[in-house]
């Protein structure tokens, strides 16, 4: 990966807390009983949440788990059904525009104006926050430098890969210098290696001290990306903590990987018992969950069981979905 | 800090979006703009007008059908650019490109939107108006100065069009219904709307419903412009202008709602 050496975003650097930082709590966002509701349904069911400054926040779930409603009663653009939101010290309801201000959203559907230029994309959000002319374009150049997109600068949108598009999106995000990223499922849909290209440009932020608050289904995505993040499923937050510690809590060290011949795993019913301190059956593979998965395969194999493929691999947080909802993230 | 900077005018920044893509597509829409007056008034006002001229209708009253025609085609024309430009931007800004949903994550909203586009559509009109009535002039069909007054009257008419076509356009998620708008609302008010003929000519149980269009309304002041007869009944065209000044206020109180709403959907 190419890599740029100035720092063209040197001043979107980290939130300035000297300045109109919330004098109450030191928290960003803050969420107490968080409720968003369509009708009967309840899309959100009274969450509790806190984003520190610099912080790298992440909401993890499956699809339809409420993250998105959430993202949006924080970008101020989706009304609190019930409960309390303050972002960056203030109240949604009674200071949207003020706070919509400082923030940058990277939305799940790309909202770029196909119409336009890449460029005038940036020029033209630029001047929704007020910007001048003048200060638009240069902070669109650096932004252009920063998502590797200089030399599409004068190509229609519509002509851009969807990775592009989402590098673009991300630079438009940041033409407000903005105090919070908020970026919904920033990677779903991409190849990965414009996944990869992605996330090197969202650490970029992450270490100018950019506050980012982001949804995933992806664990590798939440791993590699989140200081602490929150399991979301069904409405409701299931766990808590930093993707280190989520493991440590609710997984083993390492978990091993049995496949076997078409047929055979239904046969195996009492044979996997007490492999390890948890055995669960996937429907094309069983996970046994020991601090030390080579001893569960010699294990395994003490019994008899010969499995067509073995992995044994580090615990991840897909193990902590698994755990916490019996479901896996990615279907 | 800088970012706390709060737009002076977000109906102003939506403007300035729209005039940013027509930059790119102008090109295609001035020829049309151009085209549609020169073909309507050689094909209806000089063909058509040379056999309706022979027949001395006690209507026209000794004008040229011409010079009848041509007003009410230049307000009909900018009904239905009007309302084209009213559907079609708004179910892409909140639908298709979702541009809208990008702005209302800035410190724009929803009321900035609507009246960012109605204003773009206002400026719009009176380039078309303007572009038509300078051809009304070429044909020589302009029968008094007051013409140029002409150009609001007619933008006017295209706006009390374009509000409430925004208002309904910001309800739907596809464009089906579109078209019966365009089929069964703009195209039979372009017929029965004064615009070839006078209203009076229509049986007199329907003419009323002409009196609720604002076509009518929107035809009868620009024709009255155009003819210089608007000393004749200042008051009638007082009433005209009311009818559409209350079709745009209420069109942009509903159109704000709705396209409110939808972005608070998601």
């Known amino acids: ?331 | 800090m800088t970012a706390l900077a709060h737009p002076r005018s977000g109906i102003g920044r939506v403007f300035e979006h729209r005039f940013m893509q027509y930059r790119r597509s102008y090109r295609a829409s001035i020829f049309s703009s151009f085209l549609t007056p020169v073909l309507f008034l050689a094909a209806m006002g000089v063909g058509l007008g040379s056999y309706v001229d022979g027949s001395t209708s006690p209507a026209l009253a000794g004008l040229s059908y011409l010079a009848f025609l041509a007003p009410g085609l230049l307000a009909a024309t900018c009904m239905q650019s009007a309302a084209f430009e009213a559907a079609f931007p708004i179910m892409s800004g909140l639908v298709w490109s979702r541009t809208f949903h990008a702005m209302h994550a800035t410190p724009i909203d929803g009321r900035d939107i609507v009246l960012g586009n109605f204003a773009w559509i206002g400026a719009r009109m009176v380039l078309v108006a303007t572009v038509f009535t300078v051809i009304i002039v070429l044909f020589g069909a302009a029968a008094s100065p007051l013409i140029v007054l002409a150009i609001p009257a007619a933008a006017l008419t295209g706006l009390a069009f374009a509000a409430p076509i925004m208002a309904f356009a910001a309800t739907q998620r596809t464009p089906n219904k579109f078209n019966a708008v365009f089929r069964f609302g703009i195209t039979p008010l372009f017929l029965f709307s004064g615009t070839f003929y006078p209203v009076e000519s229509l049986p007199a149980a329907i003419q009323p419903l002409a009196w609720v269009t604002p076509l009518y309304h929107g035809v009868a002041l620009t024709r009255a412009l155009s003819l210089g007869t608007v000393g004749g009944a200042p008051g009638l065209a007082l009433i005209h202008l009311v009818v559409l000044l209350a079709f745009i206020a209420v069109g942009l109180w509903f159109a704000s709602r709705t396209v409110g709403k939808t972005l608070l959907r998601g």
């Open chain 1, 1 to 331: 990966m190419p890599d740029t050496p100035s720092t063209p975003l040197a001043t979107a650097s980290a939130p300035d807390l000297g300045a109109p930082a919330p004098a109450s709590s030191p928290s960003l966002i803050q969420a107490r009983g968080l409720t968003k509701r369509f009708g009967e349904f309840t899309a959100v069911d009274a969450i509790d949440f806190d984003v520190a400054p610099g912080e790298s926040f992440g909401f993890l779930g499956p699809n339809g788990a409420g993250k998105t409603s959430t993202m949006r009663m924080i970008g101020c653009v989706s009304p609190l059904s019930g409960g309390t939101l303050q972002i960056l010290g203030l109240d949604p309801e009674a200071h949207g525009p003020q706070i919509r201000a400082r923030l940058g959203v990277v939305p799940q559907q790309d909202t770029l104006d196909t119409e336009l230029t890449v460029r005038e994309n940036l020029l033209i959000y630029g001047r929704y926050f007020g910007l001048s002319r003048a200060e638009c374009a240069t902070r669109a150049d650096e932004l252009l430098e920063f998502a590797q997109l200089s030399e599409r600068a004068g190509d229609q949108v519509e002509r851009l890969s969807g990775g592009m598009k989402r590098r673009l999106t991300i630079a438009r995000s940041l033409i407000n210098e903005p105090d919070v990223l908020l970026l919904d499922e920033p990677t779903t849909g991409l190849d990965p290696q414009a996944r990869h290209l992605l996330w090197d440009r969202l650490y970029r932020l992450k270490q100018r001290g950019v506050t980012l608050v982001l949804t995933t289904h992806y664990m590798d995505e939440a791993e590699q990306l989140c200081d602490r993040l929150v399991v979301m499923d069904k409405a409701k937050i299931v766990a808590e903590g930093s993707p280190r510690s989520l493991i440590e809590q609710y997984s083993t060290r390492e978990v091993t990987e049995l496949r076997f011949a078409p047929g055979v795993q239904e046969t195996l019913d009492g044979q996997l018992d007490g492999l390890a301190e948890r055995v669960e059956r996937l429907p094309d593979r069983v996970l046994l969950y020991a601090d030390d998965g080579e001893a569960a395969v010699a294990a395994a194999h003490a019994r008899g069981l010969q499995p067509e493929q073995v992995l044994v691999r580090r615990s991840s947080l897909e193990d902590v979905f698994l755990r916490l909802t019996g479901r896996s993230l990615v279907e």
